[in-house]
């Protein structure tokens, strides 16, 4: 009886564990996202795009603003896991390259985090998922 109690309890866990690793899996972020941020020395929220794309590798990508300093500006070191996205971009502010640390954690179709650079400059960033490639 012992036996069986144990063997179904740990049938039930493996499809527990089987069914919530295929519900990970199901989550595809390609697609276009848009949102907002805030940067230093603008004084209206900056309007960003994310592009992502799903590659063999994981997904790739470009970041975009309407101010022009951003344009399809490549991501790099993209991570996707436990519904937590990290990546880095360059981009140079006309004298310097600077580099930008992304965070964001996935919830549906929005992401929601913040960026920071080397200099301790940050800010959240809200995006929304506006249409899948």
Same mark, same amino acid.
């Given at each position: 009886?012992?036996?069986? /109690?144990?063997?179904? $309890?740990?049938?039930?866990? @493996?499809?527990?564990?089987? #069914?919530? %690793?295929?519900?990970?899996?199901? !989550? *595809? @972020?390609?697609?276009?996202?848009?949102?907002? $941020?805030? %940067?230093? +020395? %603008?004084?209206e929220? !900056?309007?960003? $795009?994310? !592009?992502?794309?799903?590659?063999d590798?994981?997904?790739?990508g $470009?970041?975009?603003d309407?101010?022009?300093m951003?344009? =399809?500006a490549?991501?790099? *070191?993209?991570?996707?896991? +436990?519904?937590? /996205?990290?990546?880095?971009?360059t981009?140079? *502010?006309?004298?310097?390259?600077?580099? !930008? #640390?992304?965070?964001?954690?996935v919830?549906? =179709?929005?992401?929601?985090?913040?960026?920071?650079?080397? *200099?301790?400059?940050?800010?959240?960033?809200?995006?929304?998922?506006?249409?899948q490639e």
């Amino acid at each position: 009886m012992k036996r069986t /109690v144990f063997t179904l $309890t740990l049938f039930i866990l @493996l499809l527990t564990f089987t #069914y919530g %690793v295929s519900l990970c899996q199901k !989550v *595809d @972020l390609s697609g276009t996202w848009e949102g907002s $941020t805030d %940067v230093p +020395d %603008v004084p209206e929220p !900056v309007k960003m $795009t994310l !592009v992502l794309e799903k590659t063999d590798e994981g997904y790739s990508g $470009t970041i975009n603003d309407n101010i022009g300093m951003l344009q =399809n500006a490549e991501i790099e *070191d993209f991570e996707f896991e +436990d519904n937590y /996205v990290t990546f880095n971009f360059t981009f140079y *502010d006309g004298f310097d390259y600077i580099a !930008v #640390y992304i965070t964001l954690t996935v919830e549906g =179709n929005k992401m929601n985090g913040h960026w920071e650079t080397e *200099d301790g400059s940050s800010a959240p960033i809200e995006l929304e998922k506006i249409n899948q490639e």
